[in-house]
T-cell receptor, first 113, second 112 residues
């Protein structure tokens, strides 16, 4: 089945220790998104790629970086995680020419110790 | 930029009752309005969406209405069931040009 996959599902890291979250998709969608979601809040968009075109939200901290080496994969790098970065990180995809319906992956829950 | 307001923030109903969640948006150019359901610890899942060329869309017990003049859209769930309990998010975008702007969510609790 076509889907959005995120690994790992749970990630524990130490304060200040770099961490990378991954997302892959078999939908062949041209847009991939990274969201941060904290408890009882709406998903907050960090950035997105339209093909290889990177779009950063104005309020996304520099501590967050992303890479999209090919259509299928996208990575979220947190260079120096702080306690405030503990959250669920959601990857989503869409196909721009077919409207903006976004399909979410299962998420990675990040815990910072 | 777009701003989406969602009400109420929590909604409690008895099983079998109807539930209505309302959203307003600020950008009259927005033309795509999805609704997502998120169960605790799970991903947001698209349950229904509507585009600005229609005023209403229905899928079994779920319906969405759109009033472009007033810039608001609503989710209607009839014959609610306990498994409808979740957080529901509305969102808006200009299809092909902008990303989704989400409302803050409504926690729906359906009591047996």
């Amino acid at each position: 089945d076509a889907m959005v996959i995120q690994n790992p599902r749970y990630q524990v890291t130490q304060f200040g220790k770099p961490v990378t979250l991954s997302c892959s998709q078999t939908l062949n969608h041209n847009v991939m998104y990274w969201y941060q979601q904290k408890s009882s809040q709406a998903p907050k968009l960090l950035f997105h790629y339209y093909d290889k075109d990177f779009n950063n939200e104005a309020d996304t901290p520099d501590n967050f970086q992303s890479r999209r080496p090919n259509t299928s994969f996208c990575f979220l790098d947190i260079r120096s995680p702080g306690l405030g970065d503990a959250a669920m990180y959601l990857c989503a995809t869409s196909y721009r020419q077919a409207g903006e319906t976004q399909y979410f992956g299962p998420g990675t829950r990040l815990l910072v110790l | 930029g777009e701003n989406v307001e969602q009400h109420p923030s929590t909604l409690s109903v008895q099983e079998g009752d109807s539930a209505v969640i309302k959203c307003t948006y600020s950008d009259s150019a927005s033309n795509y309005f999805p609704w997502y359901k998120q169960e605790l610890g799970k991903r947001p899942q698209l349950i229904i969406d509507i585009r600005s060329n229609v005023g209403e869309k229905k899928d079994q017990r779920i319906a969405v209405t759109l009033n472009k003049t007033a810039k608001h859209f609503s989710l209607h769930i009839t014959e609610t069931q306990p498994e409808d309990s979740a957080v529901y998010f509305c969102a808006a975008s200009l299809s092909g040009y902008s990303t989704l702007t989400f409302g803050k969510g409504t926690m729906l609790l359906v009591s047996p």
